[in-house]
């Protein structure tokens, strides 16, 4: 197991925890409702910490966001495990008037990533899957170039194999199935040979989708809802079968108050759903290795690959790429980290292994600014605790 590193690194990262409402819906100032972990919510952290932490994202988002305008949803997760801040904004729904809430769901974009890299990992322990295996083995139909490809390189980028999200003109791939990503890359030359570059690309985590299917028998969709979302609890959680789906509670997405949608039906990638509520029974998850082993969350975190700044896709200008996550500089230090954008959708989980906290968002108005306030809401957070 070449990549793997040891326990005494995990306990770093924070992978197990190192210490033990209005509804309104208005942006800005007393618009965000509180859930879990406000002042006097369940589980909640200490209510002066809290209404601070409340106070300084009320009048970050209030310079932002407008009433009854598109939203945003964020939450902080602090040292073992209590909800410190969970908070939403403004609408998710204009047409029909519908606020935010802890329950409305979010398309995740990449930040579903991470859930694909899980899954493969959870096949690792279960020794049906290596990093090392040549993607060959179980794509047969493959051509001769993609002989020295890996699981590893699908989980890196390193793979080579061209975006079929993003290398063609717009529109182009409206309503494809991973069938369609498969075609498409069979069709088409890699880009380098695996392993000799980074290259962010959405038909490598398709790829790894459909490997899980091959190897399992199992859809991709109903692994991730038997293995991981169930098992969390995370209820309001799906893979869906067409993208977007037609469930209740449903964030629509917009740019400049216009909806902003397109149809798919590919997965691995991106177009998991999702809710804030549900968000934190992930983080609460990873904490406690409820699925996979602290040695394997530690191979996922690992820096395997440098990102160069002219080919970052990220905000932040270091980061080095793990499966599914990025360990990336930041104001406070290296973070944890992934985000998503698709459509009107933005969505990133910050992880500041240092401190023990974490913190969630999920927006619908194309809000390029949103990026930022996993760094600035854990400096704030770090400035207050007393941390370094």
């Known amino acids: 197991?070449?990549?793997?590193?040891?326990?005494?690194?995990?306990?770093?990262?924070?992978?197990?925890?190192?210490?033990?409402?209005?509804?309104?819906?208005?942006?800005?100032?007393?618009?965000?409702?509180?859930?879990?972990?406000?002042?006097?919510?369940?589980?909640?952290?200490?209510?002066?910490?809290?209404?601070?932490?409340?106070?300084?994202?009320?009048?970050?988002?209030?310079?932002?966001?407008?009433?009854?305008?598109?939203?945003?949803?964020?939450?902080?997760?602090?040292?073992?495990?209590?909800?410190?801040?969970?908070?939403?904004?403004?609408?998710?729904?204009?047409?029909?008037?519908?606020?935010?809430t802890s329950e409305t769901v979010f398309e995740l974009a990449s930040v579903s990533k991470q859930f694909t890299a899980t899954a493969i990992m959870m096949l690792y322990e279960e020794g049906l899957v290596a990093p090392e295996d040549p993607v060959s083995e179980t794509f047969s139909e493959g051509p001769a170039e993609w002989a020295s490809m890996t699981v590893h390189h699908?989980?890196?980028?390193?793979?080579?194999?061209?975006?079929?999200?993003?290398?063609?003109?717009?529109?182009?791939?409206?309503?494809?199935?991973?069938?369609?990503?498969?075609?498409?890359?069979?069709?088409?030359?890699?880009?380098?040979?695996?392993?000799?570059?980074?290259?962010?690309?959405?038909?490598?985590?398709?790829?790894?989708?459909?490997?899980?299917?091959?190897?399992?028998?199992?859809?991709?969709?109903?692994?991730?809802?038997?293995?991981?979302?169930?098992?969390?609890?995370?209820?309001?959680?799906?893979?869906?079968?067409?993208?977007?789906?037609?469930?209740?509670?449903?964030?629509?997405?917009?740019?400049?108050?216009?909806?902003?949608?397109?149809?798919s039906r590919t997965n691995g990638a991106g177009h998991q759903h999702s809710t804030l509520e549900d968000l934190i029974q992930w983080e609460l998850g990873i904490r406690d290795a409820a699925l996979l082993s602290p040695d394997t969350l530690a191979l996922m975190f690992t820096r395997h690959v440098d990102i160069p700044v002219e080919k970052r896709v990220s905000h932040f200008d270091d980061c080095d790429y793990g499966y599914g996550w990025m360990t990336c500089s930041a104001k406070v230090g290296p973070l944890l980290h992934h985000g998503g954008r698709t459509g009107g959708f933005r969505t990133l989980i910050d992880r500041d292994p240092a401190a023990n906290v974490t913190v969630i968002m999920l927006s619908n108005g194309s809000y390029e600014w949103t990026f930022e306030i996993g760094d600035d809401l854990i400096e704030f957070y770090r400035k207050g605790s007393g941390a370094p």
């Open 154 to 263: 699908l989980l890196t980028h390193q793979s080579g194999l061209p975006d079929y999200a993003n290398d063609q003109p717009p529109g182009t791939v409206e309503g494809w199935s991973n069938a369609d990503v498969l075609a498409y890359l069979l069709e088409t030359s890699l880009e380098f040979p695996p392993g000799d570059e980074f290259e962010y690309s959405n038909s490598g985590y398709a790829m790894l989708a459909m490997l899980l299917e091959r190897v399992t028998g199992e859809s991709f969709a109903d692994f991730l809802q038997q293995r991981i979302f169930e098992p969390l609890g995370m209820s309001d959680t799906l893979v869906p079968a067409v993208a977007p789906p037609d469930v209740p509670n449903l964030a629509r997405g917009y740019r400049l108050g216009h909806l902003v949608e397109y149809s």
């Open 1 to 100: 197991m070449r990549y793997l590193v040891g326990f005494a690194c995990v306990l770093a990262l924070g992978v197990v925890p190192v210490v033990g409402c209005s509804s309104d819906g208005d942006a800005g100032g007393s618009g965000g409702s509180a859930g879990v972990g406000g002042i006097g919510g369940e589980g909640g952290g200490a209510p002066n910490r809290t209404a601070e932490l409340e106070e300084f994202l009320d009048d970050y988002i209030d310079q932002q966001v407008k009433v009854d305008d598109t939203g945003i949803a964020v939450a902080l997760v602090g040292p073992g495990g209590v909800v410190e801040l969970e908070r939403t904004y403004g609408m998710a729904n204009l047409e029909e008037s519908v606020a935010l």
